[in-house]
């Protein structure tokens, strides 16, 4: 199987910068889209970014300019750079991954654990 560990959330002033991680281990093989969604109180969970096998990011209207997505495939982990940091990026941020399980015939997706970004003064 595979598991996923999220670091990096915490308390940042607005204006301010966090970096998240997310690594996964276990019986991969490839490992091809990743992405980074958020879960605010009271709202569904969004998609904010995704970076392909091929390091080709994207991103939701509202981070674009802010965020960075990459990834490191020799760590088989994703990065989320978040650079001016608002208030209204105050969530649960969530990794999800595409993985190749060696022995299995179709790729999972996988979620991290969840680590929260508080953007406050």
């Known amino acids: 199987q595979v598991q996923l560990e999220e670091s990096g959330g915490g308390l940042v002033q607005p204006g301010g910068s966090l970096r998240l991680s997310c690594a996964a281990s276990g019986s991969i093989f490839v490992i091809n889209g990743m992405g980074w969604y958020r879960q605010a109180p009271g709202k569904q969970r969004e998609l904010v970014a995704t970076i392909t096998s091929g390091c080709t990011p994207d991103y939701t209207d509202s981070v674009k300019g802010r965020f960075t997505i990459s990834r490191d495939n020799a760590k088989n982990t994703v990065y989320l750079q978040m650079n001016s940091l608002k208030p209204e990026d105050t969530a649960v941020y969530y990794c999800?991954?595409?993985?190749?399980?060696?022995?299995?015939?179709?790729?999972?997706?996988?979620w991290g654990q969840g680590t929260q970004v508080t953007v406050s003064s």
């Open positions: 999800n991954l595409e993985v190749w399980v060696q022995g299995i015939p179709r790729p999972r997706n996988y």
